[in-house]
């Protein structure tokens, strides 16, 4: 059973930069599609960027032009890099990854356990 484990979050002061990973446990064909959403506290989850196989990348309005969402098939891994981190950025990040776990085989689709991100003023 193929899991997700999230890394790289943490405390940052605003402005300041971190970049999320979203790890596959094992080997797999292909990362079809990821997604990275958030949720803060009292809120309901967001959609935060996402990345298609074709390479298209987009971005919710509120994190535009500071976040950069990118896979790397080949470390079965996918990023999400933050900079210039304000307040409004805390909240627990979770990946979504659909992919084939051998050539030929169906996509499916897993959740990350999320990691927090909290963003000090």
């Known amino acids: 059973q193929v899991q997700l484990v999230e890394s790289g979050g943490g405390l940052v002061q605003t402005g300041g930069s971190l970049r999320l990973s979203c790890k596959a446990t094992e080997p797999i064909f292909s990362i079809n599609n990821l997604g990275w959403y958030r949720q803060a506290p009292g809120q309901q989850r967001e959609w935060v960027a996402a990345?298609?196989?074709?390479?298209?990348?987009n971005y919710a309005d509120s994190v535009k032009g500071r976040f950069t969402i990118s896979v790397d098939n080949a470390e079965n891994t996918g990023y999400l890099q933050m900079n210039s981190l304000k307040p409004e950025d805390t909240a627990v990040y979770f990946c979504?990854?659909?992919?084939?776990?051998?050539?030929?085989?169906?996509?499916?689709?897993?959740w990350g356990q999320g990691t927090q991100v909290t963003v000090s003023s």
């Open positions: 979504n990854m659909q992919l084939r776990r051998r050539y030929g085989s169906r996509i499916t689709n897993y």
């Open positions: 990345f298609t196989s074709g390479g298209a990348t």
